[in-house]
């Protein structure tokens, strides 16, 4: 693996989010599951069936819940800035046709964590507070607890709250819309 001092001194050159999306529409990353995250190109963790149905079952909840007043997009693109374009595994976006451009906006991001939790509670989270998203949830595998970050303020969201398996939590943006985690984590 390399390292930054084997380069030294010479420095790699993240990738910006147009050259990405250039090379993702030459067909660069066919059959790659790949996301880009502060100019690294990052392969995506393998699904096993305990965060795979997580993500269905809390796709199917919020679906119920929130259409037609919200998108619900599951493990798709969402723009966070000129070098991060993540795939959350659930992004609540604002109604709208994204056939043109990836959405820039989002309600709510969650990323359902098993083997990722340091890179969804350093990086991502840090992302999308500098992306200025509102809410950022991480449903945790192995504790089934909910963490919720609120408030963004440069890259750190200010509020911080965990949401234990039989408590409910409810959106910032629907705030008649409440979810325990038991509902969708397995």
């Given at each position: 693996m390399l390292s930054e001092d084997q380069l030294a001194p010479d420095r790699h050159r993240p990738l910006e989010r147009g050259e990405y999306d250039q090379l993702v529409a030459a067909g660069a990353f066919s059959g790659e599951r790949v996301e880009l995250l502060e100019g690294v190109l990052v392969q995506l963790s393998p699904q096993g069936p305990f965060h795979a149905s997580a993500v269905q079952r809390l796709a199917e909840v919020l679906t119920l819940r929130l259409v037609p007043r919200a998108t619900i997009r599951v493990q798709l693109p969402f723009i966070a800035g000129s070098k991060s374009e993540p795939k959350p595994?659930?992004?609540?976006?604002?109604?709208?046709?994204?056939?043109?451009?990836?959405?820039?906006?989002?309600?709510?991001?969650?990323?359902?964590?098993?083997?990722?939790?340091?890179?969804?509670?350093?990086?991502?989270?840090?992302?999308?507070?500098?992306?200025?998203?509102?809410?950022?949830?991480?449903?945790?595998?192995?504790?089934?607890?909910?963490?919720?970050?609120?408030?963004?303020?440069?890259?750190?969201?200010?509020?911080?709250?965990?949401?234990?398996?039989?408590?409910?939590?409810?959106?910032?943006?629907?705030?008649?819309?409440?979810?325990?985690?038991?509902?969708?984590?397995?």
């Open positions: 595994d659930i992004a609540i976006v604002p109604r709208g046709t994204y056939a043109e451009s990836h959405p820039r906006q989002a309600l709510l991001v969650i990323e359902v964590s098993e083997t990722s939790s340091v890179k969804d509670r350093e990086l991502k989270q840090e992302i999308y507070a500098h992306a200025g998203i509102l809410e950022y949830w991480i449903a945790d595998l192995k504790t089934r607890e909910i963490e919720v970050f609120r408030s963004p303020s440069a890259g750190r969201y200010q509020q911080v709250k965990r949401v234990a398996p039989g408590e409910s939590i409810e959106l910032g943006a629907f705030p008649d819309v409440q979810l325990t985690p038991s509902e969708f984590l397995p």
